[in-house]
């Protein structure tokens, strides 16, 4: 499985951004994907996640209602819609492909990894 995120920059507090995770590889619909974001300084910490099927979808806490998490099966595409953009979701933010459910609690088991996508939350 390999796993292309992109959709990183530069955006206002209270703004909005879409990223995108382009994944490909013969057993890449066998698995659930996620996203993950890692700030300066700080563990990497889970964001959301959804099935291909893009009906069963989990969130963080510190996320919710702002986020939402999407897919395009037909072109093996996540996507990860942020609204109402804080300072605090500054961070890089990770595609990734999990056999089971991405989650704070899978981290360590997690063996797919896009290669990270930057943006910063300016206040």
């Known amino acids: 499985v390999q796993l292309q995120a992109s959709g990183g920059g530069l955006v206002q507090a209270g703004g909005s951004l879409k990223l995108s995770c382009a994944a490909s590889?013969?057993?890449?619909?066998?698995?659930?994907m996620g996203w993950f974001r890692q700030a300066p300084g700080k563990d990497r910490e889970f964001v959301a996640s959804?099935?291909?099927?893009?009906?069963?979808?989990s969130y963080a806490d510190a996320v919710k209602g702002r986020f939402t998490i999407s897919v395009n099966s037909a072109k093996n595409t996540v996507f990860l819609q942020m609204n109402n953009l804080k300072p605090e979701d500054t961070a890089v933010y990770y595609c990734?492909?999990?056999?089971?459910?991405?989650?704070?609690?899978?981290?360590?088991?997690?063996?797919?990894w896009g290669q990270g996508t930057q943006f910063t939350v300016s206040s």
């Open positions: 990734a492909a999990d056999s089971y459910s991405p989650s704070q609690q899978r981290l360590r088991y997690i063996h797919y």
């Open positions: 590889g013969r057993t890449v619909l066998r698995h659930v």
């Open positions: 959804i099935r291909w099927s893009g009906d069963s979808w």
